[in-house]
């Protein structure tokens, strides 16, 4: 059983190697000019909504592009196969499943290159026309997640069918270019994330309280502020049409304080503050494009599981992720969740950690992909609010009556 067991792990294993394969070829393809010229056809093929320009210049990429990457994939399959033969490998014949595996994606492409019918139907899902059913997806590749390969930034998102290659390189989440507004901008957290997103290429913008535009450490020239109130985000409905992400990084600590418009002045800032400019937002996704590169991050804290010892900063900002984990079972864009411990903050005097050095780890664990950031010295945290985050949304899914996605 053993044996028959670790066979059955090393051909998948064999299959992970091809894909591997597959997505550092398409790598090299972007860096090397001899393989771009070859590459490149790929991407003269789609307009934006995935429709060809042409039948004869689709079945040519084909030839020049994924021909030559599947007999890639082909040499380098062998590999696991003739280990397993020099080895002599328990149950061996099973290694040879990353090159039956990669025979498909060869007939595949002889297939779509010589126009046979329903040929691409059937083998390019990828690349399907049509409107988006689902978000880019997280750990597969799908079509909204490839279409921003195309679309969005051709120096990101390479993986063909599994997105960890992606995540490893930080690639799995274009910032380039892109129109981030951060709320609580005047504060510590919101002027780190301001200063790591802008450096990293994007158009950032600051959404703040006060009155004063938003400088960053070392310039001068100060950032487009928008100035508005808690209790008036529908005033940046307009606003929010032309942001890509949508940051919402605001709250506040009334630490003891219980009394009553404590109580009133948490959750109107922690919860339902945060909550409506989501659903602004949220409104906002309507075009494939909108499925495909708009997302809303939000800092809930990790007194989502773990005791802030400040009562009402708990209550609400648990309401808050509550809220989040319900919104996002259906969702028309990603929502990324933010889970901090205790930096060092006008909210938080006596925290531990370096606010630059938090926001540094949050942009960074973005560009992975990574649905639910966690930066902590807890580490409580990486066990509990995952386990929370599993149960809670479950528990959404099974009693929570949900409208048809959208298109």
Same mark, same amino acid.
């Given at each position: ?18 894909? %591997? ?53 082909? #040499? ?132 703040? #309280? ?5 400088? %960053? ?98 209550? #609400? ?24 411990? +205790?930096?060092? #903050?006008?909210?938080? +005097? ?35 609010? +995952? %386990? ?15 409208? +048809?996605?959208?298109?």
């Amino acid at each position: 059983m053993n044996e028959w067991l670790l066979a059955i792990a090393a051909s998948m294993l064999s299959i992970l190697w091809v894909e %591997l394969i597959r997505d550092i070829y398409h790598l090299l393809a972007h860096l090397w000019p001899p393989l771009y010229r070859l590459h490149v056809w790929h991407h003269r093929v789609f307009r934006r909504d995935l429709t060809p320009v042409s039948e004869e210049i689709y079945r040519q990429a084909h030839w020049y592009n994924d021909l030559p990457e599947a007999l890639v994939m082909l #040499s380098f399959s062998l590999l696991p196969g003739l280990l397993a033969w020099i080895w002599a490998f328990p149950h061996g014949g099973l290694v040879w499943l990353g090159t039956v595996y990669t025979l498909g994606f060869l007939l595949s492409a002889i297939a779509r290159g010589s126009g046979l019918a329903y040929a691409d139907e059937l083998t390019d899902l990828t690349h399907r026309p049509g409107p988006f059913k689902e978000i880019p997806a997280h750990w597969f590749v799908n079509r909204t997640y490839h279409w921003r390969h195309h679309f969005d930034d051709q120096q990101a998102y390479y993986c063909g069918t599994f997105t960890f290659v992606d995540q490893i390189m930080g690639t799995a989440l274009s910032l380039k270019g892109k129109r981030i507004a951060v709320t609580g901008a005047s504060g510590t957290m919101g002027r780190a994330l301001l200063t790591h997103l802008k450096a990293r290429g994007a158009k950032v913008i600051a959404l703040t #309280s006060r009155p004063e535009a938003v400088i %960053l450490d070392g310039e001068t020239t100060p950032l487009k502020t928008l100035t508005w109130q808690v209790g008036e985000e529908a005033a940046l409905a307009e606003e929010l049409e032309k942001i890509d992400i949508l940051i919402l990084n605001h709250g506040v600590n009334v630490h003891g304080n219980c009394q009553e418009n404590a109580i009133a002045q948490s959750y109107e800032i922690n919860t339902f503050s945060s909550w409506r400019l989501l659903e602004l937002f949220l409104k906002t996704v309507r075009t494939n494009d909108h499925i495909a590169t708009k997302e809303i991050w939000v800092n809930t804290s990790e007194a989502e599981v773990n005791p802030a010892f400040s009562p009402l900063y708990e209550l #609400s900002k648990r309401t808050l992720g509550d809220l989040v984990t319900l919104r996002r079972l259906d969702a028309p864009c990603i929502i990324r969740k933010i889970i901090l411990g +205790p930096f060092k #903050s006008n909210l938080n +005097p006596i925290g531990v950690m370096s606010a630059d050095w938090v926001a540094r780890q949050v942009v960074k664990q973005a560009q992975r992909d990574t649905r639910n950031i966690i930066v902590t010295i807890n580490p409580i945290t990486y066990l509990a609010f +995952p %386990l929370k985050e599993f149960f809670v949304s479950s528990y959404f899914k099974l009693f929570t009556q949900r409208p +048809p996605s959208p298109q």
